[in-house]
């Protein structure tokens, strides 16, 4: 999983422990001493890991490969948010909003497809946003980037179908974490949507029982 030392990818990587899987973490950063203590063996960590580099993408596979016998799944939480307005804001943040959002997505896939291949088929679980299906004012860049992430899902969903590889997108409305609470002070959490309840659609998406789901974009709001 990406961007998994961040608030969703915590909560995924709880409830996918929780039923007995085994983990690969990656993060950009180094991987926090929390995360150390919480997800010990028989998890693979692994830290400084910037997904706008394909190597560092494609080692960083190998090595959870390696360390685990091959991986059935990979989740790409890995993303980033700005508001910004395009006459008071720069070109530079639909470049960083592309980066994050977009091209971690492409890198981690393109870096995992082999393994998942190699597995005899698998998993993608891209998180894209509900706010990209139409894109408020300050909301232009991020919410592209991530229509662009529903449109990877579909072609790699089309591209893997004979691959066993299945490759769906989530969609969530505004995630209850505490990064959103300290910067809208005044909103009603009531709509926001629990952490929780996203990994779990993850985790459905990434099981058997969704086995027959492919290029699939699903909404999950809470009462958003
Ligand atoms: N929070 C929401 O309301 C909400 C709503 C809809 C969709 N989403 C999406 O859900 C996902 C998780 O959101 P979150 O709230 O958990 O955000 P978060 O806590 O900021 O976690 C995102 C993680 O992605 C990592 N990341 C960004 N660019 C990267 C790169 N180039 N290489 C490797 N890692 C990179 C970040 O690392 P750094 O800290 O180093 O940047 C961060 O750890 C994101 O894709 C986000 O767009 C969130």
Redesign the pocket.
Known sequence: M??????????VARRFAGRGVRLGL????PVPASVRQEFGLPHVLSGG????VQQAADAAMRAVAAATGGFQALV??????RWETLAEGDVSTWELMF???L??AV?ASKAALPHLIAAGGGRIVN?????AARAAAGMGA?AAS?AG?ERLTEALAAELRDRNVTVNAI???????S??RAAMPDADVTR??D?EA?ADVVVFLASDAARAVTGAAVRVFGRG
């Open positions: 990406t961007g998994a030392f961040g608030a969703l990818g915590l909560a990656l993060g950009r950063e890991v910037d997904l706008s790409n939480v890995a993303g980033g948010f980066a994050m959002n091209k971690t890198v998180i894209g946003a509900g706010a991020y991530k992430v969609l969530p409305g505004t995630i209850d974490t990064a959103n926001w949507v952490p996203v």
